[in-house]
């Protein structure tokens, strides 16, 4: 049967992102014709699934590998291989910037392409894409079923009306953006990482919500590459479960770079403001306000099992 790509959100639609889903969720795959019973399945085909189904079928095993959306999950598709590209884009600019220390003097302002930012990235993405690719799992002898999964018994999965019948089974499913409980924030509309890289356009003001590691590094991304950013977090320090030297660090980079910081900052609801978006927050006992044209939420995540039946 061909799988619908229904849970399938890349953009924009290039040449760049149809050579990605043609890897990691081919419009015309068909899936397999389940073998009496698999020593193993795994459900969720990101970075921790894609190793446990490579080791196992390469041990011997009998393996069925079931992904709902993208094979290579957040590593591949919205984390890893994208942040570090738009990131890297940054890093251009600010040592462009901070050359003249070194003697290089570039004698005009550093132009910014952004278009051609995320285009690099969606490019670099599809290069890599065929690691993870569906076609390479069943060269290695894994079934690979693309539907979402869901338990009807002990040793049992049913995934697009076909049963998997197993042995062991590995939930690898990961985990994905937490929706900010913030009144109006949801009817505003907002971004998260696994979102943000179908931009072609530079937000000139964003608002990052968290200043954790996802937050951080994309916010210092975006300010280097022409976004006005203001980092709105909920606690008296960015990073705080890191390192506190470290993270001290980080957080006097920002300043020096130009993002606005609101710490200790709780954020009581967002509305539409004309063609901008208006966040309204309280700060040592007072209530602020800050109007951006994006607001990207960084903060929390929650585990992928919705849908399971775990229960059973």
């Not at 040449?15 to 969720?25: K, T």
């Not at 220390?101 to 490019?123: C, N, T, Y």
């Not at 907002?190 to 916010?219: D, H, M, S, W």
Request: some cysteine; overall charge neutral; aromatic content about 4%.
């Amino acid at each position: 049967m061909s799988v619908p790509l229904a849970t399938v959100l890349v953009k924009p639609a290039d040449a760049h992102n149809a050579r990605l889903l043609s890897n990691v969720h081919p419009p015309d795959w068909q899936n397999p014709t389940p073998a009496p019973c698999y020593n193993l399945v795994v459900i969720g085909a990101g970075t921790a699934g894609l190793v446990t189904a490579a080791g196992a079928a390469g041990l011997g095993a009998k393996v069925a590998l079931v992904e709902k959306s993208l094979l290579g999950g957040d590593c591949l598709n919205v984390g890893c291989v994208p942040s570090k590209a738009v990131i890297r884009s940054g890093r251009a600019v600010f040592d462009a910037k901070e050359a003249s220390p070194f003697g290089v003097r570039l004698g005009k302002p550093v132009e910014i392409d952004f278009p051609a930012v995320m285009e690099r990235m969606r490019k670099l993405r599809a290069d890599l894409s065929p690691h993870d690719s569906a076609q390479r799992f069943a060269n290695l002898g894994v079934d690979v079923f693309l539907g979402e999964a869901r338990f009807a018994g002990p040793d049992t999965v049913e995934v697009g009306g076909q049963t998997l019948r197993f042995k062991r089974a590995v939930i690898a499913t990961g985990a994905r953006a937490t929706d900010p409980p913030v009144p109006g924030l949801a009817e505003t509309g907002y971004l998260t990482n696994e979102t943000v890289f179908n931009l072609t356009q530079c937000p000139a003001r964003l608002a990052v919500i968290g200043g954790g590691p996802i937050g951080c590094e994309l916010a210092q991304a975006f300010q280097r590459l022409g976004s006005q950013v203001s980092l709105l977090h909920k606690n008296a320090h960015l990073l705080d479960r890191e390192d506190m030297e470290a993270a001290a660090i980080v957080q006097k980079a920002f300043i020096r770079e130009g993002i606005t910081l609101r710490l200790n900052a709780k954020i009581t609801r967002v509305e539409r403001d004309g063609a901008g978006k208006r966040i309204w927050y309280e700060l040592q006992g007072k209530e602020e306000t800050l109007v951006v044209d994006e607001i990207l939420a960084g903060a929390g995540r929650a585990p992928n099992v919705q849908g399971l039946n775990l229960e059973t």
